[in-house]
């Protein structure tokens, strides 16, 4: 890359070594750190640029990361920003779980989830506004806000409370009410909008022109961007320094999807990891906003709008910033872009609880569903290892997971009632009464005698 090197950003912390500037993904053009979203001269994105070679070989490296919090802030050398204590809530760092009940299942040896539900908020969105509330305090704001479909809000409320300071949140309206409450107990203004997310991400631009506020996804998104990417370091760090044959990466904006992708990329340009093939791509998007997934399948270049009408909400963005970049990497890596139904993403969830003991949310169902749909196709050989990105929890969704969850008995105090309630249970057989009889597999886990209403719970 023959990117001038704008020299290096020095801050407070020891931590940042190669953040060096800003460039345009489009033109190139180059910028100094800033708050600053878009390039002056053909208004692509800007995003950070690192001078790896300010960076110490792969030993010390790792080395450094090694000795780093156990937070996505142990890697904070290829981040750019440093480490602020007073916003981090020590996002990351989640668990990647050897999938061996679902990858039996679905005919895969090494299947594994990276559970990002266990983030301070239940999101990934932690990871992405760490860095940008870490970002906004370094550029001396003071009011920290976003456009969002739900967990980002969380997540910049509860930074924002975290910090001291004030937020605004912008969701547009009927939202999940779990999904509302699990920002207004941070206690930011929430500004419910009439309009889709794409109406608020809109509202949001014209705010950010008008007020000093920092808008972690519009004039901080360079910054809230970058921190998509330790989800691709931690993985890798958890495979001992390996990178996935496949990943499977539900797509909203499709942010998250491209910085994996980045992610990955540097690791093996710093021999952070062998040099091995880099992963195939897949995205997964719900058929009722699947933006991406259809201009896959039509082979276009382009994404065209779309208006959501989906379950999987946290995945509703009709008109995808990233939705051209997505669509280059899942090509070129040998993936794809699927969509999957309401009903499959139900379904997804269910799987996946069963399976593994997580509670996911719609983005997650719809992550589990493709994956399960391209493991039935054949996409994945049997011994490569797939990585599935479960992003966000099943409690924020819980009316979707409701119709599949399986029901409480309700009985008398007595050892009597409990045998006649197990009686039933097994008399009812296949369908109802694995979770009492304790026969059940891959199926069921439902515990319904006759006679129960589901109100009963
Ligand atoms: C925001 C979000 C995504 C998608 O992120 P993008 O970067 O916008 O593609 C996926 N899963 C969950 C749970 C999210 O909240
Ligand atoms: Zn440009």
Known sequence: MSTPLLGRWLMGGASVLAAAGLQCRECGKTFLMGPQYACD??????EPIYDYGALPGPAQLRARIASGPASMWRYADLLPVAHDPETDLQA??????????????????RLFLKNDAVNPTWSFKDRVVSVAAAAARRFGFEVLACASTGNLANSVAAHAARAGMPAYVFIPAGLERPKVV?????????????GTYDDVNRLCAQIADERPWAFVNVNLRPFYAEGAKTLAYEVAEQLGWHVPDHIVVPVASGNLLVKITKGFRELQRLRLVEASPAPRVHGAQAAGCSPVARAFREGRE???????????RSLAIGNPADGRYVLQIARSSGGVVEAVSDQEIVEGIALLARTE???TETAGGTTVAVLQRL???????????????????GLKTLDAAEGVAGRAVTIAPTLRSFEQALHEAVAAGGRAGHGLAGNGHLHGGRLQPAGVPASDR
């Not at 990351?92 to 005919?107: K, N, V």
């Not at 920002?183 to 009439?194: G, M, Q």
């Not at 039935?376 to 992003?391: K, L, N, S």
């Open 92 to 109: 990351g760092f989640t668990p990647l779980l050897h999938a061996r009940r679902l990858g039996r299942l679905l005919g895969l040896e």
């Open 182 to 194: 699990t920002s207004a107990i941070y206690h930011p203004t929430i500004v419910e909008v009439e």
């Open 357 to 359: 003991g997580i509670f």
């Open 302 to 312: 382009y994404v065209d709008p779309v208006v959501p009408d989906t379950i999987a």
């Open 41 to 46: 001269a053909c208004f692509g994105p800007l």
């Open 375 to 393: 493991a039935e196709r054949g996409a994945f050989g049997r011994d490569e290892t797939v990585v599935a990105y479960i992003t966000g929890m």
